[in-house]
């Protein structure tokens, strides 16, 4: 039985897998720097990421997360704090926030030349930060380091890339400071650093289980002092995220038994329900009836199922087609934010329709240009290039084109009066300006 049991325990033990701790230093070291064919990566996913929340593409998104080059600084200040390797915790600490700072202008650039500013849900859901992200952060994180540490790393690290989600947060701040909308900020930088926070102290962890080398000989003082360090970063960070967790919990609780209570009195006595709105926020209901009205008795009976559903703390609104202010007012409410809808919508198109219109001028431009080389070389084949652009002499003049033809050989003055004419002709301007180079 032992025996039985002591094999099963040994598919548990790593350290055949493990790989040599110099290499793993070496790749760790590898992972924190922030230049050249990295850096360029970040940007790159970033913008992709940006695009993917723009747009509301979840696998955009995803694909943004597993270019991302993030997890390497962030795995060498757990690794590096694990081993007292100080140099390299400062190395990782400056690359990671150099990191950061392009990774918020990347996006917030893109979003300030966006053309749509709509908050999706895939924004939304980056603002909200929970107990429950600090979680998928720490067992992304310890799989993220085992899969570091390992000769075997198969499809870890991607998967670790796209459940810890280090783009998204990010560039939804940029979001953020782009549009000055703060709360988009602060609540997406909050789970930013939930992320980094706790895949660190996950390599960290990590890191003293699989007993790496110890980089610099420290005191007993200078490492109570890390520890203590470690452990209130630790809890700064985390507290919020357990009453944001609290509050999630709460608000769930409460929209499931709003959901009990409309499916259960949703058709009543000359009535039937019209319309619905939960908000777990403030902890109300909204019931819109439809027919000849709901008496006072029937008001009465829907409160009290409210109770027995446990929903005492909630405030309940009941309207119905008697109730003809309030259901105006509900009606113009409505009316409002579809107009508003409206608007943006009509607003997106117009600048859509604006770029569109850009491009298509600009590669009308360009065709222009081949078209008449091809044409007047026919007759002069020593002319050899042809630009063409649109431009204003004077800014109270209209369009004059601009035409600049590159010779190779001697062209004589009457037959460059004779181009200069054909092409005023041929672009339609006889105010049109031609160059020979």
Known sequence: MKNKIFRYLSYFNIAGEREDFETIHSEVEKGVVFKG??????????????????????AVIIGAMLISPLMGPINGMGYSLATYDFLLFRKAIKNFTFAVVVSLITSAFYFFISPVNTAHSELLARTSPTIYDVFIALFGGVAGMLALSSKLKGNVIPGVAIATALMPPICTAGYGLATFQFSFFFGALYL???????????????????????RTIVDKERARRVNHYITFILLVTAIPSVYF????????????????????????????????????????????????????????????????????????????????????????????????????????GFSLRQTQNRLDSLENIQNKGKEILAEVREFYPQITKCSYSVTYIHPDTVKTPIVIFNVNRNLSPSDRDKVTNWTKSRVKNMNAKVYFD
């Open 37 to 58: 064919t990295n850096l360029w990566v970040l940007i790159c996913a970033i913008l992709v990421a940006s695009v993917g929340l723009n747009m509301n593409s979840t």
């Open 245 to 348: 967790g609290y509050k999630l919990v709460q608000n769930e609780d409460f929209a499931d038994k709003a959901r009990n209570l409309i499916a259960t009195v949703s058709v009543q006595e000359n009535s039937y329900l019209f319309d619905s709105n939960i908000n777990p926020s403030n902890k109300s209901i909204r019931l819109i009836y439809s027919g000849y009205g709901v008496s006072n008795q029937t008001k009465t009976d829907i409160k009290k199922t409210a109770l027995e559903l446990k929903l005492d703390t909630a405030k309940i609104e009941i309207l119905s087609g008697t109730d003809q202010s309030q259901l105006h007012s509900e009606t113009q409410r409505r009316l409002t934010e579809v107009e508003t809808l409206n608007n943006q919508l009509a607003s997106t």
């Open 192 to 214: 930013f650093t939930i992320n980094t926070v706790f895949i660190a102290v996950a390599a960290l962890f990590v890191s003293q289980v699989l007993k790496f080398p110890i």
